[in-house]
């Protein structure tokens, strides 16, 4: 979970550009029924600005990120595995 201001992203309406959002990032790798049903909470709990979810390549899907650290500013990546059953 990212709190920060919308990042000029195509998928972002441009209205919400420079505006405070909350982002989750998530990838699922296992086959497409079950990764819909494993965010399927999560598109429940509002309405969402933007829902960019479908099935891609990893990197495709990773770089689309690339451009948002910048110099000067703090960053901090984490992944943290999960073992839970859907």
Known sequence: MVVRNAP????LPEAVHGAGIAMMAFCYSGGPSEGDMAIATLRAV??????VAGVQPFTPWQQVFDSLPHVGGRFSGRATPTARSL
């Open 8 to 11: 000029p992203l195509p998928f």
């Open 46 to 51: 509002a309405d969402p600005i933007a829902v």
